[in-house]
């Protein structure tokens, strides 16, 4: 960077080498030339004049600093000032922007269910109606379309379950978590009887929460949990320990087939998978939408986990 660009930056250091060098030249070239002057006028003796003139220089350089200091305060309190009117600015942009695609992406997939609806309940229709009537292929052709339009309208279902957790979250109320976790493993109940899955938990705390929202969040990791497991009978226990005077520690482990730790962040991204829909379906946006109810809740959410051993998801709330 040039000097005369560095020197026109709106800084501290660069006011200060601007102010600061007119001072340190013109003042002591002033009060060498008033010395010169009072020399030959004969206002003082030569010894005299040197320390009257070295004092002058002294408290003058002093009163210049000051001045200099103040000066660049009130000039770094006006950047201040500029530099936080201008952060408020981009964090209001910032949430209007998140408002509006939260919104859209609301309505957009709020708006999308009945019409997929619709062509998934007619596909479904012509498949049933024609299906003696078609050769092999079109009944291909049909079953691509009606396996289609189901995963669009899951993903649909999912998209506007991730838009409201934060468009339609209720108040945060005391909540007794065993209960809420029962809820879970109760609305599972087909998954775990076929899959003859093992879930327990151990006491679990009452915390001040949105209930609706931590059932979907402990229904999802369980689910989860016992979807991405091979062995018989897939094993799940859920707990929770106090881990500070503020914060509780909860985990929800398993004896799946693990994750691999490159991917430990991905998961959390919403419509990244680690698997193709053929191995295990499902469409990448439920662990978005368990992070992004513990953020809501003022936590952090993170896995533990190998390739064979197993998954601990772990999320902290405060309470």
């Given at each position: 960077m040039k000097l005369k660009e560095w020197l026109a930056k709106n800084t501290i250091s660069a006011a200060m080498f601007r102010y600061l060098l007119p001072l340190v030249i013109i003042i002591p070239l002033a009060v060498g030339l008033l010395q010169l002057f009072s020399e030959k006028e004969q206002w003082f003796?030569?010894?005299?004049?040197i320390v009257v003139f070295a004092i002058v220089r002294v408290v003058v350089l002093v009163m210049a600093t000051l001045f200099l200091a103040f000066f660049l305060e009130k000039k770094e309190e006006a950047i201040l000032r500029k530099r936080e009117e201008q952060l408020k600015?981009?964090?209001a942009r910032l949430e209007r922007?998140?408002?509006?695609?939260e919104r859209f992406a609301y309505i957009a997939s709020h708006d999308l269910q009945e019409?997929?609806?619709?062509?998934?309940?007619?596909?479904?229709?012509?498949?049933?109606?024609?299906?003696d009537k078609l050769d092999q292929e079109a009944n291909e052709?049909?079953?691509?379309a009606v396996d289609g339009a189901k995963r669009m309208q899951l993903l649909i279902t999912d998209l506007l379950a991730y838009s409201r957790v934060a468009t339609k979250g209720k108040r945060f109320e005391r909540t007794h978590l065993k209960s809420v976790v029962d809820q879970a493993i109760q609305n599972l109940g087909v998954l775990i009887q076929e899959k003859g899955a093992q879930i327990t938990t151990t006491d679990l705390p009452d915390v001040t929460v949105?209930?609706?929202?931590?059932?979907q969040l402990f229904q999802n990791l369980i689910a989860n949990a016992i979807k991405f497991n091979n062995q018989i009978p897939p094993v799940v226990n859920v707990s929770a320990v106090r881990r500070s005077n503020q914060e509780w520690l909860f985990t929800v482990e398993d004896n799946g087939i693990g994750i691999a730790p490159e991917f430990h962040d991905q998961i959390?991204?919403?419509?990244q998978r680690l698997h193709s829909k053929e191995d295990y379906d499902g469409t990448g946006v439920g662990?978005?939408?368990?992070?992004?109810?513990?953020?809501?809740?003022?936590?952090?959410?993170?896995v533990e986990s190998e390739v064979g051993k197993g998954a601990k998801f772990c999320f902290t709330i405060p309470g």
């Open positions: 003796s030569r010894d005299t004049s600015q981009l964090v922007s998140n408002e509006e695609l019409p997929f609806r619709m062509i998934s309940s007619f596909t479904q229709l012509l498949a049933r109606k024609y299906h052709y049909i079953a691509f949105d209930q609706r929202e931590f059932l959390f991204l919403i419509f662990l978005a939408i368990c992070k992004k109810i513990v953020e809501r809740h003022g936590g952090k959410i993170w």
